[in-house]
C-alpha cells in the first residue's frame, strides 16, 4: 500500500484540535455507538444537514476540512474506533489529487483504510463516495476519474464495500460540473449539491 502522508498536507498534527473536539463529544456520550459515520473532508464537514438527510439513521459527523485519506487513516483509532459504526462513509481523495497524489497512490492509500477497516471492524459496512467533479479542479479531473475507476472496479469485487457515483449526476448535459451544485468557491456544496449526494447514498445505506 502507498501510504503518504505528504509535505502538501502538513502532516495530520494539524487537525489535532479538531480530533480532540471529537474526542470529547465521544467521551460525553458512551451511547453513541453503531450508526452511519460520515468521514472525510470539508465536503463533510460543511454537510450540516445529514441528520435531517437521513432520517432514518443514526448518524455521526466526522469530518474534518482540508483532509486526505491517509489523515483520516492517520486517525482512524481515535476517531472511528470509539464510536464502532456500523457503516462508514467516506469522502476523502479531493485534496490528495490537489495536492500532487496520483491516482495510484489516492487508490493505495484508499487500500490502506479499506485494510484498516476490515482488521478493527470486520462487520463494518464502508462506502467510499467518489471524487466529486468541482469547477475550481477541474483541470485535475482526468486523475480523479482514473482514480475514482480503481476504487469502483475494487468495490464491485469486494464483500462489504460500496461505491458511491456521485460523479455522472453532477455532470451538466456538457459534461462539466453543473453552476448550481457549489457555493461561491465553486469547490464546496451548496444544498442542491448534498440532495445529489443524498439521494446517491439513502439506497447504499438502507
Given at each position: 500500500?502507498?501510504?503518504?502522508?505528504?509535505?502538501?498536507?502538513?502532516?495530520?498534527?494539524?487537525?489535532?484540535?479538531?480530533?480532540?473536539?471529537?474526542?470529547r463529544e465521544d467521551a460525553e456520550d458512551k451511547s453513541l455507538t453503531g450508526g452511519?459515520?460520515?468521514?472525510?473532508?470539508?465536503?463533510?464537514?460543511?454537510?450540516?444537514?445529514?441528520?435531517?438527510?437521513?432520517?432514518?439513521?443514526?448518524?455521526?459527523?466526522?469530518?474534518?476540512?482540508?483532509?486526505?485519506?491517509?489523515?483520516?487513516?492517520?486517525?482512524?483509532?481515535?476517531?472511528?474506533?470509539?464510536?464502532?459504526?456500523?457503516?462508514?462513509?467516506?469522502?476523502?481523495?479531493?485534496?490528495?489529487?490537489?495536492?500532487?497524489?496520483?491516482?495510484?497512490?489516492?487508490?493505495?492509500?484508499?487500500?490502506?483504510?479499506?485494510?484498516?477497516?476490515?482488521?478493527?471492524?470486520?462487520?463494518?459496512?464502508?462506502?467510499?463516495?467518489?471524487?466529486?467533479?468541482?469547477?475550481?479542479?477541474?483541470?485535475?479531473?482526468?486523475?480523479?476519474?482514473?482514480?475514482?475507476?480503481?476504487?469502483?472496479?475494487?468495490?464491485?469485487?469486494?464483500?462489504?464495500?460500496?461505491?458511491?457515483?456521485?460523479?455522472?449526476?453532477?455532470l451538466g448535459s456538457n459534461r462539466k460540473p453543473r453552476k448550481e451544485l457549489f457555493?461561491?468557491?465553486?469547490?464546496?456544496?451548496?444544498?442542491?449539491?448534498?440532495?445529489?449526494?443524498?439521494?446517491?447514498?439513502?439506497?447504499?445505506?438502507?
Open positions: 500500500f502507498i501510504y503518504n502522508l505528504g509535505a502538501a498536507n502538513q502532516g495530520p498534527e494539524r487537525w489535532v484540535k479538531a480530533i480532540e473536539a471529537f474526542e452511519v459515520m460520515f468521514l472525510g473532508s470539508s465536503s463533510i464537514r460543511m454537510w450540516r444537514s445529514l441528520a435531517e438527510d437521513f432520517p432514518r439513521q443514526k448518524v455521526c459527523n466526522r469530518g474534518f476540512g482540508g483532509s486526505t485519506i491517509p489523515d483520516s487513516l492517520h486517525f482512524f483509532d481515535r476517531i472511528v474506533l470509539p464510536r464502532r459504526p456500523n457503516t462508514i462513509v467516506l469522502y476523502a481523495g479531493d485534496n490528495d489529487v490537489a495536492a500532487g497524489h496520483g491516482a495510484d497512490q489516492v487508490y493505495g492509500n484508499y487500500l490502506a483504510f479499506v485494510d484498516r477497516v476490515k482488521k478493527s471492524l470486520p462487520k463494518t459496512k464502508l462506502v467510499f463516495i467518489a471524487i466529486k467533479p468541482s469547477l475550481k479542479r477541474w483541470e485535475l479531473a482526468p486523475v480523479m476519474k482514473q482514480a475514482n475507476r480503481k476504487v469502483r472496479r475494487h468495490a464491485f469485487w469486494h464483500r462489504g464495500v460500496l461505491y458511491a457515483d456521485i460523479w455522472t449526476p453532477m457555493i461561491e468557491d465553486g469547490l464546496h456544496l451548496s444544498p442542491a449539491g448534498y440532495e445529489i449526494w443524498k439521494d446517491v447514498l439513502a439506497p447504499l445505506l438502507d
